[in-house]
């Protein structure tokens, strides 16, 4: 069982910045890449930014140049600095992970509960 715990969001204004973190727990043997994925009302969930292992980092080219994502893989740890806040930024934000746990083969993704941002014009 993996559990990721989220915490930072809240509301904004349009030209701010928030702060997501998200920290791993449960018997993850391989983790692979941590991340974030959000929802609009109505809306299919988006990746929005990835941190790899090695460092490596990947975003949407709608938040490229205003959301920097950072982490530490061995610490199964994840930000979002998020900055230059947008109306349509606005969203349920999704902590993911990518990795193996204990008794499986085959890596998978997993999700937290998600939190609020909530960004006003």
């Known amino acids: 069982q993996v559990q990721l715990a989220e915490s930072g969001g809240g509301s904004a204004q349009a030209g701010g910045s928030l702060r997501l973190s998200c920290a791993a727990s449960g018997r993850i043997y391989n983790l692979y890449s941590m991340g974030w994925s959000r929802q609009a009302p109505g809306k299919e969930r988006d990746l929005v930014a990835v941190?790899?292992?090695?460092?490596?980092?990947t975003y949407a080219p709608s938040v490229k140049g205003r959301f920097t994502v950072s982490g530490d893989i061995a610490e199964k740890t994840v930000e979002l600095e998020m900055s230059d806040l947008k109306p349509e930024d606005t969203a349920m934000y999704y902590c993911q992970a990518y990795g193996r746990t204990s008794g499986t083969s085959i890596p998978n993704y997993y999700w937290g509960r998600g939190t609020q941002v909530t960004v006003s014009s």
């Open positions: 941190y790899s292992s090695g460092g490596v980092t």
